[in-house]
């Protein structure tokens, strides 16, 4: 449900739409201060994909970069923190530099009217909900860029959190105590953006308090936001992960709990039609794996044990379901006028049933 970093050859950008022009004026003269070798006349063009922040692609000369702030009107601060991603991307690119390089933010709301940043743009394929125009996978390709995806998620999970630290990550969370935070404060969230159309969630949410597991006793770097389209491919072999976007919810956590967010996103060729109507990826593919092939590699390559993984995947579809209940009820209020936030009360409900039938309720 989140907004996207992507800049790629197939995903194109679109004029930007009325009520969330930026000033070219001011955000000019803010690139010439801060962003070595800018040359040339500003140009903005936005990328129309996801539901949260806004993300435009930045011209000038031939130097393209790609900025990111909250939506217009926007309130749930930690949700759209520009800053904090800014400053986890700083953390992290020398380390793991499958994520943009970051190049400069601003907390003065005087430029553009919000907090920003500006990265660099890293080029190549998004897959949205099928592959772009003449872009196709065999059945063994589908199957190759799942072991990537899953080998990647392995490698961010793998990164070294000494050198993190030592550089100052408090800002990202502490990992003590981290499924339980996580619990209760995605509870808390729900209970404040339920309307009276929305499931009450109560069934899941005291399954949930009831299941939870301990923490781990080896926290990780987790992305939080962790699939296919937030990822960028190679266009000369599309299996080949050359990138990782959106990293506005990354902290230091649990990998499972990361896991368990991503397969909430998954929807399989075998699943039931409703479900089929939630699917943002292509997923689906001949050859893609099921979830429960993707839970068993992860286990396997690992180590970790998967045996309670039901409490994590549970979780994440409770927590792909309050982001959509958080943005519906901006439409519910009247605060947005885009239709497809309109549609998202039915995924909220949807991911209640297929909560409670992970539970066998």
Avoid at 35 to 46: F, I, M, N, P, Y
Avoid at 194 to 218: G, R, S, Y
Avoid at 228 to 256: H, K, R, S, Y
Avoid at 297 to 319: A, I, P
Wanted: overall charge negative; aromatic content about 10%.
């Amino acid at each position: 449900m989140s907004s996207h970093q992507e800049t790629g050859t197939y995903d194109n950008t679109v004029n930007v739409r009325a009520g969330e022009e930026l000033d070219t004026y001011a955000l000019e003269s803010f690139l010439r201060e801060h962003v070595k070798g800018v040359r040339g006349a500003l140009s903005v063009e936005q990328y129309p994909g996801g539901f949260s922040n806004l993300t435009y692609l930045l011209k000038m000369g031939d130097r393209e970069m790609v900025l990111r702030r909250p939506p217009m009107g926007a309130k749930i601060k930690t949700a759209h923190d520009m800053i904090r991603e800014y400053r986890i991307l700083s953390l992290i690119y020398p380390q793991f530099p499958y994520c943009p390089k970051p190049l400069a933010c601003s907390e003065d709301t005087s430029i553009l009217g919000a907090p920003f940043y500006v990265m660099e743009k890293l080029s190549g394929i998004i897959l949205r909900r099928d592959p772009p125009p003449g872009i196709s996978f065999s059945r063994d390709q589908a199957r190759q860029l799942c072991h990537n995806m899953i080998d990647m998620h392995l490698k961010l999970h793998g990164v070294d959190l000494t050198d993190i630290i030592s550089r100052g990550c408090d800002f990202m969370g502490r990992p003590q105590g981290y499924i339980r935070r996580q619990v209760e404060g995605w509870t808390d969230r729900y209970r404040n953006a339920k309307t009276e159309d929305a499931p009450d969630f109560e069934t899941v949410i005291a399954w949930l308090m009831e299941k939870m597991q301990p923490d781990t006793p080896n926290p990780t770097l987790i992305h939080n936001d962790y699939k296919f389209d937030n990822m960028v491919l190679n266009p000369d072999n599309p299996v080949e992960i050359v990138g990782l976007l959106d990293w506005e919810m990354a902290t230091c956590g649990d990998p499972l709990m990361d896991l368990g967010s991503s397969l909430a996103y998954w929807v399989e060729k075998s699943d039931p039609p409703q479900w089929q109507m939630m699917r943002t990826m292509p997923t689906d593919m001949d050859g893609a794996m099921t979830r429960e092939e993707i839970i068993k590699t992860y286990g396997q390559k690992s180590g970790l044990s998967m045996q309670f993984f039901d409490f994590y995947e549970c979780f994440g579809l409770f927590r792909l379901a309050v982001i959509a209940q958080q943005i519906y009820k901006r439409f519910h209020q009247g605060l947005t006028r885009d239709k497809r936030f309109g549609m998202l009360i039915h995924a909220v409900k949807i991911l209640e049933k297929r909560a409670l039938m992970l539970m066998e309720i």
